[in-house]
T-cell receptor, first 117, second 115 residues
């Protein structure tokens, strides 16, 4: 149980285009979803926290107009990378807290590897 | 602000050896949670353990064991009799309690188990 399904797993896009990444909680309701970015051989850095039905909270230095987050339902959060550039190439991963997971824990999506060419 | 330090960037061991991954954390809060995650080459994060700051009991799960010491702000992870399938990047992480707190990750330790 406590699965977050993330799609697509890999995407290649041209510079200037937009890419949407979806994360769905399959067997639980995710009131809050976290979006992370991981550059090669580096740690996960939190980009933003999305809350169902309200605006996302972005970490310092993350452009909210570039990384659009929508959390329209309790089971779906999306991250749209707008006007993508090669420097946006990275591994993006979502996470949700699950209260019943080992007294609680965080479950992660399988990640999306974005390559902007 | 919270900080998690994993000083070991990469470790190589021969299969069946024991290996300990170090984790040191910083926080001013008295109530927090510590985690270990495994990230195999495929990229997904696998939850290994969560430890409450009030619970300093060490834990063993099969070949995995964790040593939590508040006095030194450390939460080390030991794999006994390592196997090739243990090869992955391991992340130590911390979150504060209360509500939906974000998780702060360490920089990760890449473990390579050589057959």
């Amino acid at each position: 149980g406590a699965v977050v399904s993330q799609h697509p797993s890999r995407v290649i896009c041209k510079s200037g285009t937009s890419v949407k990444i979806e994360c769905r909680s399959l067997d639980f309701q995710a009131t809050t979803m976290f979006w992370y970015r991981q550059f090669p051989k580096q740690s996960l850095m939190l980009m933003a926290t999305s809350n169902e039905g309200s605006k996302a909270t972005y970490e310092q230095g993350v452009e909210k107009d570039k990384f659009l987050i929508n959390h329209a339902s309790l089971t779906l959060s999306t991250l749209t990378v707008t006007s993508a550039h090669p420097e946006d190439s990275s591994f993006y991963i979502c996470s949700a807290r699950v209260d019943r997971l080992a007294n609680y824990g965080y479950t992660f999506g399988s990640g999306t590897r974005l390559t902007v060419v | 602000a919270q900080k998690v330090t994993q000083a070991q960037t990469e470790i190589s061991v021969v299969e069946k050896e024991d290996v300990t991954l170090d984790c040191v954390y910083e926080t001013r809060d008295t109530t927090y949670y510590l985690f270990w995650y495994k990230q195999p080459p495929s990229g997904e994060l696998v939850f290994l353990i969560r430890r409450n700051s009030f619970d300093e009991q060490n834990e063993i799960s099969g070949r995995y064991s964790w040593n939590f010491q508040k006095s030194t702000s450390s939460f080390n992870f030991t794999i006994t009799a390592s196997q090739v399938v243990d090869s992955a990047v391991y992340f130590c992480a911390l979150s504060l309690s209360g509500g939906y707190q974000k998780v702060t990750f360490g920089t990760g330790t890449k473990l390579q188990v050589i057959p």
